[in-house]
Each structure stands twice: as structure tokens, then as C-alpha cells.
Nanobody, 122 residues
Framework: QLQASGGGLVQAGDSLRLSCVAS????????MGWFRQAPGQDREIVAAISWSGASTYYADSVKGRFTISRDNAKNTVYLQMNSLTPEDTAVYYCAAGTASWVLARVNDYDHWGQGTQVTVSS
């Protein structure tokens, strides 16, 4: 129901835009989030957005470099990632939350996409 795409192999300093398309049902009233998980590490939140897009949250590690946005008419959430570093290498997941506002915890999300790999070389 959530399909993430846009990952790939890039060099440090490059940019990528991830997309997450919802199908089968609408998540236009749900807070949405992007998470990532590196090998051997816990899944962590990267960014989150409220249902309207008016409120956002960013992990400290990506503030000023990543931007989350959404287009409810297209049932799509985006993550624009600039100035990528090797530390950003991970599988990135989009998720739909259990409420309409900004949600910052993994346990606040109950629908998950399949993940897209982002690899940043130095």
C-alpha cells in the first residue's frame, strides 16, 4: 500500500529525492514519516509531516539538508535529500501514522512501505 522509490548509489554531496506513493487507500488524513535503518542499527526517524503539510519534524542529523513534503492529491510523500554523506547510507522507509499530526516515534506508525536503499560513497 506504500511504495517507496528513488533510492540509489550516489557520491557524497549529491542529492536524491525519495517518493512514497500510497495505493489501495488514501493516507491524506494521516501523519506521514520517513525512517531509515542502517545495518546493525535500529530504525530511526528521519522526518515527519502532518496531514496538511503545515507541520514538519526533522532529526537533528538531517536538519537543513533534508526536506519532507506531501501532495495529498497524488497520495504521495517526498523526501528531498541534499548534501548527502556516507552516514546517510541506509534503507529508507516511508510510513503512515496513527494520527493526523506530526509523529516522531516508530511506534506511532502502523503502515510501512517496503524500503528503498540509499548508498552514499565518499
Amino acid at each position: 500500500q506504500l511504495q517507496a522509490s528513488g533510492g540509489g548509489l550516489v557520491q557524497a554531496g549529491d542529492s536524491l529525492r525519495l517518493s512514497c506513493v500510497a495505493s489501495g487507500r488514501t493516507f491524506s488524513r494521516s501523519g506521514m514519516g520517513w525512517f531509515r535503518q542502517a545495518p546493525g542499527q535500529d530504525r530511526e526517524i528521519v522526518a515527519a509531516i502532518s496531514w496538511s503539510g503545515a507541520s514538519t519534524y526533522y532529526a537533528d542529523s538531517v536538519k537543513g539538508r533534508f526536506t519532507i513534503s506531501r501532495d495529498n492529491a497524488k497520495n504521495t510523500v517526498y523526501l528531498q535529500m541534499n548534501s548527502l554523506t556516507p552516514e546517510d547510507t541506509a534503507v529508507y522507509y516511508c510510513a503512515a501514522g496513527t494520527a493526523s499530526w506530526v509523529l516522531a516515534r516508530v511506534n506511532d506508525y502502523d503502515h510501512w512501505g517496503q524500503g528503498t536503499q540509499v548508498t552514499v560513497s565518499s
